[in-house]
């Protein structure tokens, strides 16, 4: 890859912080910060019933418990709600979607899954395609239509991962019996398999999702063209994501190649998911906060473990990242 490596942050201010979006912080600080990248902090709000102040506060906390630094974004939540507020980029979701209307490759939809016969199997069965509806807020919804049996790749080439393969972990790096104050136990063995990324994948859109909503029927944007849309005004070319994030990757790259978006040819990187009870991390699912007060070399130590990395050597961000760059870096 020629050109800078440019990435994101992009948490969503809907729920407090768990372990399990630290963890992809960090992995994304890394992969950025080792390959000489451009890093931005980029708050994604768009599910604005869900906003609640607290959440920024707590994303700016945690990311200083981190010690994670960053090249553009807010800097606190003042300037995140008066400059960097998604609300400020609506023109551009919009002329997105203009674009993709004249186009031709999106149609108004009416339907529901509480329609008799408009999905099968969880895919929408294009019950609208042919109707000519017009978008009416509350009303209908906008869907991008996907072709049958086009295969999207979805997948990396910066680095080899196959030396994340070699050799075991060794769980008493400095790390026995340090469960941190959440009730998540970083230690516990069982969730310190080395990290597995998704290699390059072949994902056909048209049997997974159909023809899945680009603008929803609030007159809001859907996450993938709005996330779409903000990585292309930032120039970014390496996301880094949980690997249930596969299929929205693929997504976001059949609209880029639609758009003629330089995000066409971005990386990715998928990571493992935690999980805690059986369940994965996440905030629907009401995961356990990360507790700020317990500081940060848990943290480190954790990645530093599922990297393949030596724990005891990984105290701080500044270690982590040199013991990275060393097995990782160019």
């Known amino acids: 890859m020629n050109q800078k490596i440019t990435s994101r942050i992009a948490p969503t201010p809907s729920g407090f912080l ?21 890093l931005y902090l980029r708050i994604d709000d768009y599910d604005l019933p869900r906003y609640r102040r607290q959440y920024v506060e707590n994303i700016f906390r945690v990311l200083d418990m ?12 003042r300037e995140f709600e008066t400059k960097f507020s998604s609300k400020f980029r609506l023109g551009a979701y919009e002329n997105t979607l203009k674009t993709l209307e004249q186009k031709g490759v999106c149609y108004a939809c009416e339907c529901s899954h509480s329609m008799k016969n408009s999905f099968k199997n969880g895919i929408y069965t294009r019950v609208c395609a042919d109707k000519n509806l017009k978008f009416k807020k509350d009303k209908t919804a906008m869907r991008l239509s996907t072709i049958d049996g086009a295969e999207i790749l979805v997948g990396q080439n910066l680095i080899n991962f ?11 790096n400095g790390l026995k019996n340090s469960a ?16 597995k990324f998704t290699q ?34 930032l120039g970014v070319n390496l996301l880094v994501r949980g690997e249930d994030l596969l299929a929205c990757s693929a997504v976001q790259k059949y609209e880029a190649q639609i758009l ?3 995000f066409e040819n971005a990386n990715f990187i998928h990571h493992g998911l935690l999980a805690h009870g059986g369940k994965k991390l996440s905030k629907s699912s009401r995961a ?40 990782f870096g160019r």
């Open 180 to 195: 941190n104050s959440d009730g998540l136990n970083l230690t516990d063995e069982t969730a310190f398999e080395t990290e």
């Open 260 to 262: 003629g978006y330089g």
């Open 18 to 38: 768990h372990a399990g979006n630290v963890y992809n912080f960090l992995l994304t600080y890394l992969f950025t910060r080792a390959f000489d990248g451009i």
């Open 200 to 233: 390059t994948q072949s994902v056909n859109l048209a049997q997974i999702l159909g023809d899945f909503i680009v603008w929803k029927k609030d007159d809001t944007p859907a996450y993938n063209l709005a996330s779409l849309v903000d990585d292309e005004i």
């Open 66 to 77: 981190l010690g994670i630094d960053f090249d553009g974004g807010p800097g606190g939540v």
């Open 288 to 327: 356990p906060a990360v507790s700020v007060t317990d500081g940060a070399k848990i943290h480190y130590k954790f990645a530093a473990i599922k990297l393949g990395l030596n724990a005891s050597k990984c105290d701080t961000l500044s270690n982590l990242l040199e013991m990275f760059k060393k097995k």
């Open 162 to 172: 196959d030396a994340l393969c070699i050799g075991s972990i060794d769980a008493a």
